[in-house]
């Protein structure tokens, strides 16, 4: 549509924005533009839709959530809503209210099953992927109704044997209620579980309500229809949600009406609903009995039937081979445990970063998931992943996911050469043409190094991270450039050596380029740590240039500029001992905190393990960290629910900690606490793959003298050299 560049839009859109009292949106963008460096790529497509999308919903939420706070709503909202709650958010002018203060969820599921149901801190469950949820309630004929979302006492807690399953339990006043959340297969199809357990002094019901709402807010429900057996719904004509047992009594509710939780002690019963405005809610009532237990179970069938050849793998076979860990903190135990199966669970065939509002793919993410699969020894599970690689490939060898991310194609030469380094294999002949077009994009990606400016030779200006600022020259893309170019070299290195030597040339010259800008930097701002980009003053988004450290170790563990970044971090970017990103996550960040874990536990700092520790602590009951974390409530405040990266980062963090490279040798245990020497029973972590070969770690306290540490291994070539570093203990 050639003809559209010669109509005059710009000017049409000013006079019709000043026309209707509007600003001028064209000088409006071009101040945003201002704040930025110069790029060839703003925000990317598909967050601007995923933004508009998000806060689409959050404008619906304003028009209904507040309105009806009579209305029994999603955990969140009953404290975000409430202004005597820690987590209350005044709303003011704001146009949309949105989840800010407890975006908080486990994902539940079955290997390589795509559909993955959440489940809310009250046990709210929304099994079908940003659709409307089903939650319990207890009621007692004397008129008391426990509610989990109001429920003052409650606890939740993830199950890990057998099949994963999320348990809530809520009490009030002699009615207690327990809630059991898990994906199992019936009848050749996955579906989702939720099984109701009802204790109650008095007579009462057991309540499945049919609830237009999620961890979001609002998602419409236009119909309801109980089956004429009482024993199932079908929602909007096409889901079904079905019961274990006929319903005793059921009521219906539109918006006009309010919630159903004002009918359910109508006399008259209602088969179905609808509601022009998608507000429909639903009880279904089933009997409990003074004293008795009383059970009910609720399932949601989500994919279609799998022939026999496609079914899931059971948990034990996904898992098998993996890297175990036998320590004696509880704590640190689980959270690997159930880390594994969050990779696991979000690796079906392409990663993704999270169940619910990341469930996409982004190479960034996908890099650390992937190499965390690779260290925990699901190595078959890490293959599949990198094998979609190539089809995102552009013609120009350029690695997209979104637009605008120059790190990517560093990130996937450097997880593949992991990928080869830790499996012993040669890399593929398809692999070949990918990998050179992919380095020789970097070396041709870069801005010329003949220009006086300070980001003379360096990636463009971009996005990048996204949670760094404004589009910048970002020295995080950088490093990976200079680790993708590497990897290249010595993916290409046995079958196309005058490649690899070309690749391995521009490594080093672009290393020195990167040098040399961040001396600039240093006399800028009198000290070696590293800002975000060469134009940036030091602030949170220097948490980006400790990728020179971790995981690509392109400088030794000691080297100055990346100890004092971490200096800096720490003195400048903590609160309550992790590191509060303050630009969009605005909140404290488990996986980056883990980054900074890392650089000290390479450097030999203790100070690696207290940041561990408070890791540990902001963790959820069921395992799980949100992207960000409210630094008052400890609920999330942006990103997934459970976010998958910082599943990985603790499991690469626990890996490291008993068994990591440098250079040319293994250095094993010199993260294992000194605590867990204090007691008599062994302490194991393996098989754990390695660039070596795979070894399997095991420490035999001996309180009040020396700790034996033996290990096996099964070696690429010839064992390399190995120092053991347990802290308290000459290496």
Not at 605 to 620: I, T
Request: aromatic share 10%.
């Amino acid at each position: 549509m050639s003809w559209m560049k010669w109509l005059p839009w710009r000017y049409l859109v000013k006079r019709m924005a000043h026309q209707h009292g509007f600003l001028d949106p064209i000088a409006l963008l071009g101040r945003l533009h201002s704040f930025a460096q110069p790029s060839e790529v703003g925000e990317p497509i598909e967050l601007l839709r995923a933004g508009v999308v998000f806060h689409a919903r959050g404008l619906i939420n304003s028009r209904v959530i507040q309105h009806n706070l009579d209305w029994v709503w999603p955990y969140w909202v009953e404290r975000q809503f409430d202004p005597g709650d820690p987590a209350f958010i005044p709303r003011a002018f704001s146009i949309t209210h949105i989840n800010l203060s407890n975006r908080n969820w486990t994902a539940i599921g079955l290997p390589d099953v795509d559909d993955l149901p959440v489940v809310d801190p009250r046990g709210l469950v929304t099994p079908l992927y940003d659709g409307w949820s089903v939650d319990g309630w207890l009621l007692a004929d004397d008129g008391r109704c426990l509610l989990p979302s109001r429920c003052k006492t409650s606890r939740q807690w993830l199950e890990l044997e057998d099949n994963p399953c999320v348990v809530t339990e809520s009490e009030m006043d002699g009615l207690r209620l327990i809630s059991r959340a898990q994906v199992v297969m019936e009848h050749g199809r996955p579906v989702c579980q939720l099984v109701l357990e009802g204790h109650s002094d008095v007579p009462g019901s057991l309540v499945v309500s049919l609830r237009p709402a999620n961890p979001e807010g609002v998602s419409f429900i236009r119909r309801v229809k109980l089956s004429p057996q009482r024993n199932a719904w079908k929602v909007d004509g096409r889901h079904s949600v079905q019961f274990s047992q006929p319903a005793q009594s059921h009521h219906v509710s539109d918006y006009r009406q309010g919630d159903v939780h004002i009918h359910l002690a109508d006399i008259a019963d209602q088969n179905d609903g609808r509601c022009d405005v998608g507000l429909v809610t639903a009880a279904a009532l089933f009997p409990v009995r003074a004293g008795k237990v009383s059970t009910l179970a609720i399932t949601v069938p989500l994919a279609k039937e799998r022939a026999a050849s496609s079914s899931p793998v059971p948990w034990p076979e996904a898992l098998d081979g993996h890297a175990r860990l036998e320590c004696p903190e509880p704590t640190w135990q689980f959270l690997y445990d159930a880390a594994l199966r969050s990779l696991v669970l979000h690796s079906p065939d392409d990663v993704y970063p999270g169940p619910y509002t990341y469930k996409r793919f982004w190479f960034r993410d996908a890099a650390f998931i992937v190499h965390a699969l690779l260290c925990a020894g699901l190595t078959q599970r890490a293959e599949r992943a990198l094998n979609q690689f190539p089809e995102r490939q552009l013609k120009n060898g350029y690695f997209r996911s979104q637009e605008g991310e120059w790190d990517a194609n560093g990130e996937v030469l450097w997880i593949l050469q992991r990928f080869h380094a830790i499996t012993g294999r040669k890399l593929p002949l398809d692999w070949f043409e990918p990998v050179s077009k992919g380095a020789h994009w970097i070396q041709r990606k870069r801005v010329s190094g003949n220009i006086d400016k300070p980001h003379a030779g360096l990636l463009p200006a971009g996005f990048s991270a996204e949670h760094l600022g404004p589009n910048d020259y970002y020295y995080w893309d950088d490093f990976w450039g200079i680790a993708g170019l590497k990897a290249a070299s010595e993916l290409l290195a046995k079958d196309d050596p005058e490649t690899s030597g070309a690749f391995a040339t521009g490594a080093e010259e672009f290393s020195r380029t990167v040098d040399r800008s961040l001396a600039s930097c240093q006399r800028r701002l009198k000290r070696r740590a590293m800002p975000a980009s060469p134009y940036r003053r030091l602030d949170a988004g220097a948490i980006g240039s400790l990728a020179m450290g971790y995981p690509t170790q392109l400088c030794e563990p000691d080297d100055p500029r990346i100890l004092d970044s971490v200096e800096f971090l720490l003195e400048n970017c903590f609160v309550n001992g992790a590191f509060y990103q303050d630009m969009i996550h605005s909140g404290l960040n488990a996986y980056l905190t883990l980054h900074v874990a890392q650089v000290l536990l390479r450097a030999g700092d203790v100070r690696f393990l207290a940041l561990m520790d408070v890791v540990a602590e902001l963790a959820s009951p069921t395992g799980q960290w949100p992207e960000a974390i409210h630094p008052g409530t400890g609920g999330g405040c942006m990103g997934d629910g459970h976010h998958v990266w910082a599943s990985a980062e603790w499991v690469l963090m626990v890996r490291n900690c008993f068994v990591r490279e440098e250079g040319d040798r293994l250095i094993l245990c010199a993260g294992v606490p000194e605590r867990w020497l204090e007691q008599e029973a062994p302490i194991r972590f393996g098989p754990a793959p390695t660039g070596f070969g795979t070894i399997s770690v095991t420490i035999q306290p001996h309180p009040g003298a020396a700790p034996e540490v033996t290990w096996s291994g099964s070696w690429h070539r010839d064992e390399p050299t190995i120092e053991v570093r347990l802290p308290g203990w000459k290496p």
